[in-house]
């Protein structure tokens, strides 16, 4: 064989191998849902969690109540822990709540409040995850708001906000609201026809945005409480995936993933009542989603589980919307 032919056989044969495995689909579950691995529960007492890539490594972002069995300051703080070693950084924004990471560009974003149920987001930025600066987003007299999630969307900044009063702005507690941006500085809020849902309990927590569709990750009283997924072109209208629940409490999430925890704590995982699975996040590393998500009994006593899906964002999204 020539060797111009054997070059042309050995791209050809490059170019199939590529081909085969970009077309590789990621698992689903028997009912066709996108699979989701649990891995089982990492930590107690820590809700609102981010996993984020910052400068090819992987931390999660962790809002420490003050409750937290392994908090001795007697208030709230935020910090980042090392995926691979547990390490975490120093903690930052004492007294703060609610807190969610976003990392554009080698730089981190943490969006939060200044107590729970109050009226004022704030946004802290840093390079190294150790130098943060500090300003307030938006402050909105008479709201009571908890949990929020930034995304960008084309050449604005998008943070979905839950706002748990008044009854006219919220409906039924609690509720996605929307606010936009071109640089963080400036902020809209977007009008009251912006939200999901004001007719029943559909607690927002993770937002993701991919192909014109914004995605809302939230929590819905329904047999207990179980993580859903809709979505939406304009914030308004919304179209519930056909294949909800994300996810819903199992078994598996008293599993235990670390050696970590005193014998105290594994005693309170055995045993503790669990009818939820909330506060889902997620962010796609080297391929797979490394996901964190809460279970417990939704009153307080709470626990950080941790979970996979082998595949990348993108195909997550889209593959709680199958093509009908």
């Given at each position: 064989m020539?060797?111009?032919?054997?070059?042309?056989?050995?791209?050809?044969?490059?170019?199939?191998?590529?081909?085969?495995c970009s077309s590789v689909q990621p698992p689903t579950d028997p009912q066709g849902r996108p699979l989701i691995e649990k891995i089982g529960t990492i930590d107690c007492d820590l809700v609102e969690t981010t996993p984020v890539v910052f400068k090819d490594k992987v931390y999660r972002f962790e809002y420490v109540r003050a409750g937290y069995w392994n908090n001795h300051t007697g208030d709230s703080y935020f910090r980042f822990v090392d995926h691979q070693t547990g390490k975490p950084t120093s903690s930052f924004a004492k007294g703060f709540e609610f807190g969610s990471a976003y990392v554009l560009n080698d730089t981190a974003y943490v969006t939060a409040v200044d107590h729970g149920d109050g009226e004022?987001?704030?946004?802290?930025?840093?390079?190294?995850?150790?130098?943060?600066?500090?300003w307030m987003a938006f402050d909105i007299p008479g709201f009571g708001i908890f949990n929020t999630s930034m995304i960008k969307a084309g050449s604005n900044f998008v943070l979905m906000f839950e706002v748990g009063k008044p009854e006219i702005e919220a409906g039924e507690?609690?509720?996605?609201?929307?606010?936009?941006?071109?640089?963080?500085?400036?902020?809209e809020i977007l009008s009251r026809d912006h939200n999901y849902a004001m007719d029943r309990y559909t607690a927002p927590h993770c937002l993701r945005y991919v192909d014109g569709y914004y995605y809302d990750f939230y929590l819905e009283a329904f047999q207990g409480y179980e993580a859903r997924v809709v979505r939406?072109?304009?914030?308004?209208?919304?179209?519930?995936?056909?294949?909800?629940?994300?996810l819903k409490a199992s078994p598996v999430d008293r599993?235990?993933?670390?050696?970590?925890?005193?014998?105290?704590?594994?005693?309170?995982?055995?045993?503790?009542e669990n009818c939820n699975n909330s506060d889902i996040d997620f962010c796609e590393y080297k391929g797979k989603l490394i996901i964190n998500y809460s279970w417990g009994n939704q009153r307080g006593k709470e626990f950080l589980g941790e979970a996979v899906y082998h595949g990348t964002q993108e195909q997550f999204l889209k593959g709680w919307f199958p093509d009908r």
């Open positions: 020539k060797p111009r032919t054997i070059l042309n056989v050995i791209i050809l044969l490059s170019s199939f191998n590529f081909l085969a004022r987001v704030y946004i802290f930025k840093s390079n190294d995850l150790q130098n943060w600066d500090q507690r609690f509720t996605a609201r929307f606010a936009t941006s071109p640089d963080l500085k400036k902020w939406s072109k304009d914030l308004i209208h919304w179209e519930p995936s056909p294949l909800n629940p994300v599993q235990l993933a670390t050696r970590d925890l005193p014998e105290i704590l594994r005693q309170k995982i055995a045993t503790a």
